[in-house]
């Protein structure tokens, strides 16, 4: 997400700029078409401002009834629908966007107290860092303060992870998802000068790279290990196919969250990492040509799988960022990559219809197949993430 001491998603610190002659050529007619797109977005969610009620969130769309889904600040998506608003804000400079995004931030507000979550940063960090870094309003930084302070108390030093859920029959389930929760606390060492965030994220991020990858490195979706020392206890799914297969989303969690962990500590080892996931994802043979992966690279039935237009959006956003810390041709890859994918989400295959879809963004992405929950539907952080690569691929593009 941007960064430049409290900058959340698009601006990179110019430190941190490496390289990029990797960002390429423009391809002008997918500049056009991320305009288009944009364009329509923000027409889009100025028709959801009208359909959710006052005191919720958007989420997704109701598979029993077509529906829209929404839900209250406590779930895990609740800070997507503001911080997209803020990026609307930002291309559109409409206040009616920035507005909403206030309006709904005020809803959520209250859990930067929540200790019993990981997803803060999501939560959080998204909206909240997004609303600093655009408005400058030194009011955010104690409520981001506040919610790094609460998602620290998550951790155990004695196994050197957040602990993801308070709920099942895992004993200390970490899931590979929280590596996108790790930004606030890198964030809050810079805001405050307290080393202890930054020593938790990179403990996090190294105890995940040392137990959640395979050799090919794909991940887990789930560690549970034992409170008492640490140890793994099993490596399993809850989203995926199987315990063995790779669940795209978090293939794209993974990637996303250690390129960030690299611009935010400059350690080689999480460049590397990124790397390596990256390179998993584009040489996977069950890749499909457009790019949009399918909810598991091992799922059942491909090419007839469901895809997950949400691991594509996340997968682009990141790989547009990585691209710009690595070497030319390996940097040109990454970029190409997600020139493919945004264009293949900006295609009618992908890109709802106006006035339809409940006023999301993107189809067809798959929350949990394995619990028949938010299947082949809209999510709102596929939203949220798509147009942050549309915005990253309109400031980057040369």
């Known amino acids: 997400m941007k960064k430049n001491l409290f900058f959340t998603v698009i601006l990179l610190p110019v430190m941190v700029m490496q390289s990029y002659a990797q960002s390429g050529k423009a391809d002008k007619a997918l500049l056009a078409k991320a305009d288009a797109t944009l364009q329509f977005a923000a027409r889009q969610y ?11 969130l958007p989420r997704t769309t109701n598979t029993k009834d077509g529906s829209l889904m929404t ?49 803060l940063g999501f939560m959080m960090y998204c909206p909240f860092g997004n609303a600093l870094r655009i408005t400058k309003d030194p009011a955010y930084k104690a409520i981001l303060l506040t919610s790094a302070k609460s998602l620290s108390t998550r951790f155990n030093p004695t196994i050197g992870c957040i602990k993801s859920w308070d709920h099942g029959t895992w004993k200390f389930p970490v899931i590979i998802d929280n590596m996108m929760n790790l930004e606030l606390l890198n964030w809050a060492t ?27 490195y794909s991940s887990y979706h789930v560690i549970d290990y034992d409170p008492a020392n ?82 594509a959006a996340v997968a682009a956003s ?27 989400l900006c295609s009618p295959a992908y890109l709802a219809k106006e006035g339809e879809n409940n006023d999301f963004i993107l189809m067809h992405s798959v929350g949990s197949l394995p619990h028949k929950s938010e299947v082949d539907v809209p999510l709102t952080y596929a939203d949220y993430y798509f147009v942050e690569a549309l915005l990253r691929y309109k400031q980057w593009a040369k």
Do not use: C
């Open 71 to 119: 839900s209250n600040s406590t779930w895990w998506t609740s800070g997507f629908y503001p911080a997209t608003n803020w990026y609307l804000f930002e291309y559109t400079k409409d206040p009616v966007f920035k507005a909403e995004a206030l309006k709904r931030m005020a809803l959520v507000q209250k859990e930067q107290f929540n200790t019993r979550t990981h997803d």
């Open 190 to 216: 810079r805001e405050s000068g307290d080393k202890q965030f930054e020593q938790i994220a990179r403990t996090h991020a190294n105890t995940t790279m040392k137990h959640h990858f395979r050799p090919d």
């Open 46 to 56: 100025k028709l959801m401002m009208t359909h959710v009620p006052d005191s919720l």
């Open 230 to 311: 640490g140890a793994v206890l099993g490596r399993k799914t809850h989203q995926g196919a199987a315990d063995s297969s790779a669940w795209s989303r978090g293939q794209a969690w993974g990637l996303y969250g250690y390129t960030v962990m690299y611009r935010d500590t400059k350690v080689k080892a999480y460049l590397e990492q990124a790397r390596h996931i990256a390179e998993y994802i584009l040489n996977n043979p069950k890749l499909p040509a457009d790019l949009v992966p399918y909810w598991d690279y091992d799922a059942p039935g491909i090419p007839d799988a469901l895809r997950d237009v949400s691991a």
């Open 318 to 344: 990141a790989l547009l960022e990585l691209s710009r810390y690595t070497g030319k041709t390996e940097g040109k890859r990454y970029w190409n990559a997600a020139e493919t994918m945004l264009n293949s």
